[in-house]
């Protein structure tokens, strides 16, 4: 397990630092940021703050269990990995309602999809997640562990009880709410998208939020395909006295599952967003060379060329749309 979260840990900071750097890259470059733009960095920055907190648990998992750093730290981290389960997920539902209004009423609303509304969003997101967590911020601890080390985890007062009401809390909160609302608003785009004889009013436009949309899709089935398993086997734990080494086995395959969900998100931009792509090629480009992107072809695309030295920075111009990470709160089990 600790192998495992380290190339975990390693292949996220670096896969969710470039997606930091190309957003900001592009700011220093005066170029306006999209909707979507807002989405990507803060769910980069929920992963990274997570994984930066990573081989704090991987020292844990190495000392079988103890922990070094304090009870201050304890509560620091634990806080993080529930914070990221909230913030991820609800972050995804809002660029969900968004895919809606961009693909379903593109002209109607789009005064409320601004930068400054999705940034006003995802900051009502983090305040919910901050207040959410109010249980990890309380409970969490150090306890004493049987050779006389200490260990780092969620004392709830009543175990018997508490664990089964904080468990339900857990996956209504951070799982199954939001993904019902995920599921019902993709279905209304698709309902649309299926429905829909007029074309939008810019072909170009239908082109980039098709585009937009099925990377969000793919965003939300890698969330669902990461941590569905540990949510559901969180439920059957409720029901298991003694775990068998079987389930004990499962159970960790599921929470990597979930950690590795904080670094497929980099990935499935640069696969599936040819946006990302170029904007990544520009703020890494060397200072004495410039790009500029060529007029749209007839499908849509575009083309990246090298342009004279000669050429200004000013007239580097690019368009188009850029695009979880939850960690579970571990209650100690006796």
């Given at each position: 397990?600790?192998?495992?979260?380290?190339?975990?840990?390693?292949?996220?900071?670096?896969?969710?630092?470039?997606?930091?750097?190309?957003?900001?890259?592009k700011t220093?470059?005066?170029?306006?940021?999209?909707?979507?733009?807002?989405f990507?960095?803060?769910l980069?920055?929920?992963?990274?703050?997570?994984?930066?907190?990573?081989?704090?648990?991987?020292?844990?998992?190495?000392?079988?269990?103890?922990?070094?750093?304090?009870?201050?730290?304890?509560?620091?981290?634990?806080?993080?990995?529930?914070?990221?389960?909230?913030?991820?997920?609800?972050?995804?539902?809002?660029?969900?309602?968004?895919?809606?209004?961009?693909?379903?009423?593109?002209?109607?609303?789009?005064?409320?999809?601004?930068?400054?509304?999705?940034?006003?969003?995802?900051?009502?997101?983090?305040?919910?997640?901050?207040?959410?967590?109010?249980?990890?911020w309380?409970y969490?601890?150090?306890?004493?562990?049987?050779?006389?080390s200490v260990?780092c985890?969620?004392?709830?007062?009543?175990?018997?009880?508490?664990?089964?009401?904080f468990?339900?809390?857990?996956?209504?909160l951070?799982?199954?709410?939001?993904?019902?609302?995920?599921?019902?608003?993709?279905?209304?785009?698709?309902?649309?998208?299926?429905?829909?004889v007029?074309?939008?009013?810019?072909?170009s436009?239908?082109?980039?939020?098709?585009?937009v949309?099925?990377?969000?899709?793919?965003?939300?089935?890698?969330?669902?395909?990461?941590?569905?398993?540990?949510y559901?086997?969180?439920?059957?734990?409720?029901?298991?006295?003694?775990?068998?080494?079987?389930?004990?086995?499962?159970?960790n395959?599921?929470?990597?599952?979930?950690?590795a969900?904080?670094?497929?998100?980099?990935?499935?931009?640069?696969?599936?967003?040819?946006?990302?792509?170029?904007?990544?090629?520009v703020?890494?480009?060397?200072?004495?060379?410039?790009?500029?992107?060529?007029?749209?072809?007839?499908?849509?695309s575009?083309?990246?060329?090298?342009?004279?030295?000669?050429?200004?920075?000013?007239?580097?111009?690019?368009?188009?749309?850029?695009?979880?990470?939850?960690?579970?709160?571990?209650?100690?089990?006796?």
């Amino acid at each position: 397990m600790p192998s495992i979260f380290g190339v975990i840990c390693v292949f996220g900071i670096f896969g969710n630092s470039i997606v930091i750097y190309t957003i900001v890259k592009k700011t220093k470059s005066c170029s306006q940021h999209t909707v979507p733009d807002i989405f990507i960095f803060s769910l980069s920055i929920a992963d990274l703050l997570f994984l930066l907190g990573m081989p704090f648990l991987i020292h844990q998992l190495v000392g079988n269990g103890s922990w070094c750093f304090g009870g201050t730290m304890c509560t620091v981290i634990t806080a993080l990995d529930s914070n990221s389960q909230i913030v991820s997920t609800y972050i995804l539902t809002v660029m969900t309602l968004d895919r809606y209004l961009a693909t379903v009423h593109p002209i109607r609303f789009k005064h409320i999809r601004t930068p400054f509304v999705a940034g006003a969003a995802v900051a009502l997101v983090w305040a919910f997640s901050l207040v959410s967590i109010t249980p990890v911020w309380m409970y969490t601890g150090l306890m004493r562990l049987k050779d006389g080390s200490v260990g780092c985890a969620l004392l709830l007062p009543n175990p018997a009880t508490d664990t089964y009401w904080f468990t339900l809390y857990q996956f209504f909160l951070a799982f199954a709410l939001p993904w019902v609302v995920i599921c019902g608003v993709f279905f209304k785009i698709l309902q649309n998208m299926s429905a829909t004889v007029a074309p939008l009013p810019q072909r170009s436009l239908r082109v980039r939020t098709r585009k937009v949309t099925r990377m969000a899709v793919a965003i939300c089935l890698a969330f669902f395909t990461c941590w569905a398993p540990y949510y559901i086997l969180q439920l059957v734990h409720l029901g298991v006295q003694r775990p068998t080494f079987a389930f004990l086995y499962a159970y960790n395959i599921a929470i990597s599952m979930g950690y590795a969900n904080s670094c497929i998100n980099p990935f499935i931009y640069i696969v599936l967003s040819e946006t990302f792509k170029r904007q990544f090629i520009v703020a890494i480009r060397p200072s004495h060379r410039a790009f500029r992107v060529a007029p749209a072809l007839a499908d849509g695309s575009m083309s990246l060329r090298m342009a004279p030295d000669s050429l200004h920075p000013s007239h580097l111009h690019s368009s188009g749309e850029l695009l979880q990470n939850m960690l579970p709160v571990t209650v100690a089990v006796h």
